[in-house]
């Protein structure tokens, strides 16, 4: 069974406060009955706005941000209208079923989604913030990042705690780099701590003993189950605890982690028992969270609500037969297996500081989403790859360009490093696996499928009587190939017949088996691989996901490619790859396929969202070339070679290289 989350009570707001404080002030003197009268304690709660404290402010104590949080009451009819949104995307969740048991390799994932949605659907709650803290870690808990509520009315702060955790080799500790990391934040959050008195510098390297109580490590696999979600392995959760590099967009940077950054705010400080650096004494330090604004500005909750919480032009979807539409929604080009983060705000995202950042020359093709390096010796190159969310010309020739660098270089080693990938578009990631395996090899798509239930039968079928196209739906034929590879047409009806598909018994009807059609123009494959497929090798600490997911389990199955993952729990088995669904459809997607199939009367059609969210779910299967009836989320796939972070390697992709670059290619 899924645990939902045991987070700490948030403290209370002032108006809860009030009440109290004025009792044991005016108590001893015998004033309570005149001063405390029921309507003046209600006058006092009435008129205070916590929100109005905060206001403008960038960096905030959490619990004030909480407070004003907690101050929007509990509305049965906000609650009603978000579960019908969210049950009834769960209609078409492609996943529902396995949840019932999921078993081996991945049983923290197994729960009845229905048996909780009408949990959430009767139980009281004090306030609006409570309601959607229950919906928000009951789906990050599915550990499925494809599938997430999200209530952006509650995701408008970031919680960052000044000792960002990083696992090594030796142990648990707060990132050596800490400081030269989080001065990045700038002199607000300096001042913020040091008004606290609070030197948070001193702490940076040191080893940390205990986390809340709980040993370190044990409390990092508590995060990892209970609030990381996004990834049905355990470890690969694990790795997304903690502090780690990536590429952000097209830049180099580092993640606070889950534990240093969550989006939700929950808590206020953090016990941590440490040794810090160049010291054998253990101390007991309070670190403070603080809360980073990322959502829009307020000056009070008037304006939180109005500017956070209310649905926009862009929270619900659109009738893409009418031209007139007000929205700036646009028709993804092709598929998409989803970038991990979805949210429409910004996260806090900071530079790797420059240490860490590597010093080789990039290759050409390097000003994107990869970049790509010739390593010392010109034995090995290597291609960082940080996402497949890229422009649809750059991204193929980017992949060209550093290809034609790296041959002419001399090299015949290729690393391709995924670490915290968080995936982009199916076609791109398709893309790259054709180049290197070369036309000859024929195309490669996985097999999938999507949902078949009465109402995306109705979809379909509305779509054809319509005439409609790859333009306005993605439910249409012409977005798609029949599995031997022949184009469909906009008339083909997939989902009749639908395919019964049995799980944990249940039958559930699902469309016909049907592949990603990928049309990239003015592309032109190599016949054979630039490179031998037994001098290429994957590295990344498993957070791989969705399409980079897809690609290396593309890599795996089919070429046998060699994986090393990174870090995870020492004691505990870990993936090379994250979620893996095939694609994802946000609620506005969704809602705009049924829009403009004109079945938004549809008895089974959800509602419009009347707040300011986004309930994503998985739409589409991919299944295992192994296992045509697996799909590849619940393949388990592990790595042939697994290493530790050391302090050299934790922060340092220049130096992640060298290390694999010999541990797989010795002194070639």
Sequence with gaps: MVEISSYHSPPRSLPGILPAMLFALFKPYGLLPSLLSSALLASVAKTYDPC??????????????????????????????????????????????????????????????????????????????????????????????????????????????????????????????????????????????????????????????????????????????????????????????????????????????????????????????????????????????????????????????????????????????????????????????????PATKPRTALGLPRPYLPTLNPTNGSSGVIKSFVLPGNKTGVMFVGSFDGNFTQFPNDVVAAINDLQASGVTNLLIDVTNNGGGFVCLGLYLHQYLAGSNFGTSAFESTSRANPLAQRILRADIRQNLNSTNSFYTGDNWQFVNGSKMSQTDDYNDPSVLYIINNRNEPTSQRFEDLCPLANVTLPESPPFDLSNVAIVGNGNCASTCALFTTLMYELHNTTMVVFGGHPDLPIEFKGMAGNQVLEWAELDSEIKTAGLKQDPLAPPDLIVNANMRHNWRTAYSYFDKNTPIAYRSEQPQYRFPYTEKTYNNPQNVWLFTEKKLFGNQ
């Design 52 to 341: 109005a404290k905060i206001g403008g402010l960038t960096f905030v104590d959490p619990a004030d941000a909480i407070a004003c949080q907690r101050s929007i009451p509990f509305n049965e009819t906000v609650r009603q209208n978000v579960m019908s949104v969210v049950s009834r995307v769960f209609d078409f969740y492609t996943f529902e079923d396995f949840y019932l048991e999921s078993g081996p390799p991945f049983p923290e994932t197994s729960t009845n989604i229905r048996k909780h949605l009408k949990l959430f659907n009767e139980k009281k709650y004090a306030t609006d913030y409570d309601f959607n803290l229950d919906l928000w870690a009951f789906t990050t808990q599915l550990n499925d990042g494809h599938t997430r509520w999200y209530p952006n009315c509650y995701l408008t702060y970031q919680n960052i705690l000044p000792a960002p955790i990083v696992l090594l080799d030796k142990g648990v500790f707060i990132a050596p780099d800490s400081v030269q990391f989080l001065r990045q934040l700038g002199k607000d959050f300096i001042n913020y701590l040091e008004a606290k008195n609070f030197d948070w510098k001193r702490f940076a390297g040191a080893k940390v003993l205990e986390i809340d109580g709980f040993p370190a490590l044990n409390y990092i696999d508590k995060i990892a189950r209970t609030e990381s979600g996004n990834f049905l392995d355990h470890n690969v959760r694990v790795n997304s605890v903690v502090s780690g590099y990536r590429l952000a967009q097209t830049s180099f940077s580092q993640r606070l982690g889950d534990l240093a950054g969550p989006i939700f705010l929950t808590r206020t400080s953090l016990d941590i028992v440490l040794i810090p650096r160049n010291s054998t004494t253990s101390q007991r330090v309070v670190f403070p969270y603080v809360a980073s604004l990322t959502g829009t500005n307020f000056t009070n909750k008037a304006t939180y609500y109005s500017n956070n919480c209310a649905p926009t032009n862009e929270t619900n979807g659109v009738d893409l037969r009418s031209s007139a539409s007000g929205s700036s929604q646009r028709r993804p080009i092709l598929a998409r297996a989803a970038r991990l983060d």
